[in-house]
């Protein structure tokens, strides 16, 4: 997969074992050519922002109490929001089709006066987007999954589109000294002992 970003030309690699041509869902584009090609050949697909995630929705960007924050959604530790971090959407409280159980990732857009800015899109959401792919195998189907099917477009886009800047703006990194070691003690204790 690769997309761009202001900041880079980005390439994601994953590696789709035992692709069901019956059962899995795939673009049709993208179906049609890997449908005629053998061992060893390549195709590459382009598509358009909206065609493998959801295009960009500007009611998922939006304003929320700083206390709809979860702040102590990881027990024994307190999450502060950061600009342009990602979360996960469970430690949202109060927001329509939200559960805590959700651990898609929202990015937090903006933090001021007491209400945060999220963004609920997809990070790839106004991206063109090209898939290539290279047959390494071709082989009978010898398992039955049972009913299983997989959602290529689905798998190959939980990830990318996070390492963006949202909207050019930096990333809230180094707030609050992060590499801030949490045991001062000296280095000399822990290696005084052979490990």
């Given amino acids: 997969m690769k997309w761009n970003s202001a900041e880079a030309i980005h ?19 993208l179906y049609d050519k890997l449908g005629s090609k053998s061992v060893g050949q ?52 109060g927001v329509a089709g939200v559960f805590p159980q959700n651990l898609q990732p929202f990015r937090c857009v903006g933090v001021e006066n007491g209400h945060l800015k999220v963004d609920l899109n997809h990070p790839l959401a106004n991206n063109p987007i090209q ?16 009913g299983r099917c997989n959602d290529w477009m689905e798998i190959l886009a939980d990830g990318p589109g996070m390492q963006a800047r949202w909207e050019g703006r930096p990333t809230d990194f180094l707030s609050e000294n992060p590499f801030q070691r949490l045991d001062v003690s000296s280095d000399l204790l822990y290696y005084q002992k052979p490990r």
């Fill in 11 to 29: 390439t994601e690699e994953y590696e789709a074992d035992n692709v069901n041509f019956w059962r899995d869902c795939l673009p049709k584009e």
């Fill in 42 to 93: 390549t195709v590459q697909v382009d598509f358009t922002p909206g065609s493998i995630v959801p295009v960009n929705d500007l009611q998922k960007t939006f304003e929320i109490k700083d206390a709809q924050f979860n702040r102590r959604f990881i027990p024994d530790k307190e999450i502060q929001p950061r600009m342009g971090r990602f979360y996960p959407k469970g430690l949202l409280k």
């Fill in 131 to 146: 898939i290539g792919a290279v047959i390494k195998e071709i082989r009978p189907k010898s398992v039955e999954r049972g």
